[in-house]
């Protein structure tokens, strides 16, 4: 062989050599080597992880009745990047979803850069319109169908797509809204029970591990690791429905009638602390809630502060009969009607009262002359002991704390101005608790707005059982005290628009100038009722709250303007709860004044 | 001899040809099975997937019908349809008594006992009379 040749022959086997060598080499570099780094390429490529999405609880009342549940609508998406002819698709989905088509063909055509594919594209995720209602959806999918029946396959108009999704309901409207609270667009749960019971309703997102072939379809045979999605836990309300929707009711009627700045009632169980109905004025429906101002969505019963007014005088009441200075019918020196000493006036002129008619006739003198007999230290720790100046407890967000000055910040009048509700700053909430504990033997109880939460099959994951603060006056005391209140609302007492027909009413009225600029104003007050019933054994105590009635200054009393609110809401509610009536009802009362009696016969 | 003419004996080696083709079917049968085990199980996985997407749409289907009912039953909705008069109230007091409720209760006359009729007789205490 030529030697030329036999070169040529070894230079090319070498060349070979080395070039498979080479080969080799990379080929053992990409298999052993970066190994792991390609198979997770590969894995990028085909394999995703599913998120498997959990639905939010719903929120129920103790009847089971629902009070906020999830619709499932579907999220309408575009992938512009597959739309052929853009003008034509925006037109059609603008005409389903009253869109402006000018705008969303816009949005279709807008380029941008994209790093990986180095050039200007259009974006392949653009959102339509979120929660859109199911039969809409299906409405814009029969249309595409339909467009694309004539059409051959290279001509179809894709890059449509329906995301499935929830949207947070609230069946009832305005009904129960600021304790029931509201969601944001990731169903996170931001005011009332949607945020203080989130972690319960929202639930555990799941996954499952998927291979898709080449074409985005799952080989479900390929399937790896799955968690299934749980639910989120259904919280059931101690609110009953049917006694909200008459406190509703009558707020609305207290609304129309005064037009007041803001009203709350709150109706609670006494025994167990469990709140049976609650609502605030103004409010706002959450499921339309754009554009509503924080002031509106602030739940009022626990997030404000008032000054309770004469139904404080209660707490006076019940620390000095607790602390045995003075009985029932101790008699108490009224200064006939005003105390020189600290400038202090009743409305009527009194010279003496016995205990129980300090409390029936609201005498200012009367009570401060009992907490002066009690001390500052004794009185002080009653405020609290009553839960005034902390947190009830309540499972809502947004409770304060009212406001209790330490005996060191005190005037030397302070002792006579705070037993008759000034110079104390109370929630509606605290009132109402405080009430409950006289109604319940004295019992203090933790306001419960939760009975229990469930998982989805009924079971109960965790309870909420009545939580009993502290025995703050004896259960004489508390009957002691009972007498008292059932005589305010007697003929002769302040609050007989309170009274119900058939039933023995305790209650209190208050009525509390407004503070304005450090100055007390006349034209400004709160006018409010405490009380329980049936008095000798309560099934609900019930505080109506209302904030600067449009009413002429002698009118704008708690008197009149809570207390028949109080008895209607009462008449209504024991009704419902179908309480037995335990005293004969004597004579009638006028419940309503007829405009007209009679009927025309003129007309035919 | 003998050993030679098997050695050499033009003869058809059947039962090496039957092992070699069963070794063959073996081969091809499992092959073919695993062949055919994976398209089912494919297709089974489609199915499945139809089936999850049906699931999908029912429980949809469902939740939408529940939500529907939860609206329609909610207090305020049933407020709402009452001022509309969609339902009639009751008045308790006015409900007039119709011709269909009125009971009556027929009585029937014990008729006098006639003597000598067929089956009937008179009761006497029996056992006093023995």
Known sequence: ?604 | MADNRRRYANTIPVVRFLIIGMICITVCGAGLGYLWCLHDVNATGEKIKEREVDLVKLRNRNEGFRTSIEILSSAAQLETDLKKGKFKKFNLERIGVLDQQHLATVVKMALPQQPGRGDLRTVVNEVKRK
Not at chain 1, 135 to 140: C, D, E, K, Q, W
């Open chain 1, 1 to 604: 062989m030529n030697r030329a040749i036999r070169k040529r022959i070894l230079v090319t086997g070498i060349t070979l050599a080395v070039c498979f060598t080479g080969l080799s080499a990379r080929l053992l570099y990409v298999q052993v080597s970066q190994h792991e780094h390609y198979l997770e390429l590969g894995r990028r490529k085909h394999e995703t992880r599913k998120i498997l999405t959990s639905s939010r609880g719903s929120i129920l009342d103790s009847t089971d009745q629902v009070l906020a549940s999830n619709e499932p609508v579907k999220d309408v998406i575009v992938d512009a990047s597959n739309v052929k002819e853009p003008e034509l698709l925006a037109g059609l989905l603008a005409d389903a979803l009253n869109l402006d088509k000018a705008e969303l063909h816009a949005k279709f055509v807008k380029e941008s850069y994209d790093p990986k594919l180095k050039k200007m594209t259009r974006s392949r995720y653009v959102v339509v319109q979120k929660n859109v209602n199911e039969t809409v959806a299906s409405g814009i999918l029969a249309k595409l169908t339909a467009l694309n029946r004539d059409r051959r396959d290279w001509n179809q108009i894709r890059g449509v797509a329906f995301e499935q999704s929830a949207r947070r309901i609230w069946p009832n409207g305005e009904l129960l809204c600021h304790v029931l609270g509201y969601v944001n667009s990731a169903n996170f749960g931001m005011d009332g029970i949607e945020r203080s019971f989130n972690r319960y309703l929202q639930g555990t997102n799941g996954f499952r591990d998927i291979e898709r072939t080449r074409t985005g379809v799952e080989i479900v045979s390929y399937r790896g690791e799955e968690r299934a999605a749980s639910n989120g836990g259904n919280v059931r309300l101690t609110i009953n429905m049917r006694l909200q929707t008459i406190v509703e009711e009558e707020l609305n009627s207290v609304v129309a009638r005064y037009r007041p700045k803001s009203a709350t009632v709150i109706m609670m169980d006494p025994k167990t602390g469990g709140i049976l109905a609650m609502a605030n004025r103004p409010n706002f429906n959450p499921n339309k809630q754009k554009g509503v101002e924080e002031s509106v969505r602030l739940n009022l019963a626990i997030a404000t502060q008032v000054e309770p007014g004469s139904t404080f005088k209660i707490v006076t009441m019940a620390a000095a009969l607790n602390e045995r200075i003075v009985s029932l019918t101790t008699p108490v020196p009224c200064e006939n009607g005003y105390w020189s000493w600290c400038k202090l006036h009743d409305h009527h002129a009194y010279a003496s009262l016995t205990v129980k008619n300090v409390l029936v006739h609201s005498s200012n003198i009367g009570v401060a002359k009992l907490a002066s007999k009690l001390g500052e230290q004794k009185f002080s720790d009653y405020i609290y002991g009553f839960g005034f100046g902390q947190r009830t407890g309540v499972a809502l967000p947004g409770e304060i704390k009212g406001e209790i000055h330490p005996i060191s910040d005190w005037t030397p009048i302070s002792i006579t101005r705070m037993p008759m509700g000034h110079e104390v700053a109370a929630t509606p909430m605290q009132i109402v608790t405080a009430i409950s504990a006289i109604a319940n033997g004295g019992k203090l109880m933790t306001p419960q707005i939760v009975q229990d939460v469930t998982d989805e099959s009924g079971n109960v994951k965790e309870s909420f059982p009545p939580l009993l603060v502290r025995q703050v006056v004896s259960a004489q005391v508390a009957r002691l005290v009972t007498e008292a209140l059932i005589e305010v609302t007697s003929p002769k007492g302040t609050a007989k628009a309170a009274q119900v027909p058939g039933f023995v009413v305790a209650g209190k009225t208050g009525t509390a100038q407004k503070l304005e600029n450090g100055r007390y104003v006349n034209d400004k007050s709160v006018c409010s009722f405490v009380g329980f019933m049936p008095a000798e054994a309560p099934a609900f105590a019930l505080l109506v709250l209302v904030d600067e009635p449009r009413e002429t200054r002698h009118k704008a009393v708690g008197g009149l303007v809570a207390a028949p609110v109080f008895s209607r809401i009462s008449e209504r509610a024991a009704h419902s709860l179908g309480l037995a009536p335990t005293e004969s009802i004597k004579s009638p009362m006028i419940v309503a004044k007829v405009e007209k009696v009679g009927r025309d016969f003129r007309r035919p």
